[in-house]
């Protein structure tokens, strides 16, 4: 069988360079054991085969190539098409679906040194702090949906390491780290001096936000861009 399929896959490319004659003598196979073959109807198990390939295709278009079996046997069970993942597994290896690893979605909100006054690093990577109020940190992460992307930003406060003023949005405009600013604000302490510190994303380097930090008597603190998570 396996040699017959070997056979037959290779027919339609070059059989007049190579006869199939010839590839059955090599093969060890009889020419008319071959066409017998060839002519038998198809099994229902292959038709089966067959049909289920067409479902994985779909799926795995849909995917934009990134499933793997797993879940398009997910995708299959949930339409209600019972099959195995090892049978998934194989049909995608003999239909040649293999699923890409798209690039991970990268924030950059890396600011223009020359378009704003630099701000000090007052922590100088020193996250500690021996009460609370005294050290904010700050930072924006996205979160992928099945409609997009949502941006989240938090304020931490160092004494605690706890999340104490948040925001989500579907923009990373001023807006939501403001918003996060004014949410910590109203759920907790805030000494007067005490220290905001984040990367030198452009969100937070601008003028609109610093002005925020400093109407809540907050001082702005910048380190390089993307170090500002705590350590430890």
């Avoid at 069988?1 to 896959?9: P, R, T």
């Avoid at 005490?194 to 109407?215: K, L, P, Q």
Wanted: aromatic share 10%; charged share 20%; with cysteine.
């Amino acid at each position: 069988m396996a040699k017959y399929e070997f056979i037959d896959s290779y027919v339609a490319a070059d059989s007049a360079v190579v006869p199939i004659t010839d590839r059955c003598r090599w093969l060890e196979v009889s020419t008319s054991g071959f066409y017998h073959w060839k002519s038998r109807p198809q099994s229902a198990t292959a038709i089966r085969r067959d049909i289920l390939a067409q479902h994985i295709r779909v799926f795995f278009d849909l995917s934009h190539g990134t499933y793997g079996y797993r879940r398009i046997h997910a995708d299959l069970r949930a339409a209600g098409i019972e099959c195995s993942p090892e049978l998934v597994r194989s049909i995608m290896r003999d239909e040649d679906l293999a699923p890409c690893q798209p690039r991970p979605f990268r924030v950059t909100t890396a600011s223009d040194p020359n378009s704003e006054p630099v701000v000090p690093d007052l922590l100088v990577r020193d996250f500690s702090a021996d009460r609370p109020g005294i050290k904010f940190v700050g930072d924006i992460t996205y979160i992928h949906t099945w409609q997009g992307f949502v941006y989240l930003a938090t304020v931490i406060d160092c004494y605690s390491r706890k999340v104490v003023g948040w925001s989500i949005a579907d923009h990373m405009r001023t807006e939501l780290v403001a918003a996060a600013l004014t949410n910590a604000a109203l759920t907790t302490l805030i000494e007067p001096g005490a220290i905001f510190h984040s990367d030198r994303g452009s969100v937070y380097a601008s003028r609109a936000y610093r002005a925020s930090v400093s109407s809540l008597g907050m001082r702005s603190s910048m380190g390089r861009t993307g170090v500002c998570l705590l350590t430890g």
